[in-house]
């Protein structure tokens, strides 16, 4: 690993004990749903830090309005290419709570087609099972079809913390494994939170994704 790779690293971990008093949001793959005559509004970005290949960044923007879900990635389907969309939230349940948002996308850049998805939470006191996953259609080649996901099960012991597995399977780079799986930890402080996310520790060179998003 090289020296700028470590040094992201540790500045996370130093982050870890100024956030000791913060209080939990939602993390970056959960529905946000606002109340119906508001706007709520959620940034974040995920560096990548892959071994022996390119790193690189990828920002995402949410807006939700009552049942509407609005969104924007890029970097996220594949490198250089954008995804737009929109959505309806749902939710059901209050000690068991039920979330789920369908969505439909279109992709454009070096990759472009259209993508249904959805956003999905499902929640129950401290435990947490989140997803964001779609299915990418290529007009062009239907071997270019592709299923991607990205999904969470936590523990939050406290307010501020929560840790937990994650699995995700994407094309935005070369892996061995086909579905990658690893774990968190997310700490949040007042509206920003922080989460870091170790892949393929123990099967490969590992993948570090380093998280920090925003809601206001």
């Not at 992201?8 to 004990?17: F, K, T």
């Not at 947490?128 to 999904?151: C, I, K």
């Amino acid at each position: 690993m090289n020296t700028h790779k470590l040094i992201a690293i540790v500045l996370l971990c130093l982050l870890l004990p100024w956030c000791a008093k913060a209080q939990l949001t939602n993390s970056p793959a959960e529905l946000s749903p606002p109340s119906s005559n508001q706007w709520a509004f959620y940034a974040s970005i995920y560096g990548y830090i892959v071994p022996e290949s390119r790193d690189y960044v990828n920002p995402n923007f949410t807006a939700d309005h009552g049942a509407l879900h609005l969104e924007a990635r890029y970097n996220y389907e594949a490198l250089e290419t954008g995804s737009l969309w929109v959505g309806y939230n749902l939710s059901f349940g209050e000690k068991l709570v039920f979330e789920i948002g369908p969505m439909l996308g279109g992709v454009f850049g070096d990759l472009s087609g259209i993508a249904p998805g959805y956003n999905l939470l499902l929640s129950y006191k401290n435990f947490s099972l989140s997803s964001q996953s779609e299915y990418f259609f290529d007009p062009g080649n239907s071997s270019g079809n592709y299923f991607y996901t990205w999904s969470e099960l936590t523990y939050s012991p406290w307010d501020w913390l929560r840790a937990g597995m994650v699995v995700q399977r994407t094309k935005a780079y070369k892996s061995d494994l086909d579905i990658q799986r690893g774990f968190l930890v997310g700490i949040t402080y007042k509206r920003v939170d922080f989460t870091t996310h170790v892949f393929n520790l123990g099967w490969t060179d590992p993948t570090i994704v380093l998280a920090m998003g925003f809601t206001f």
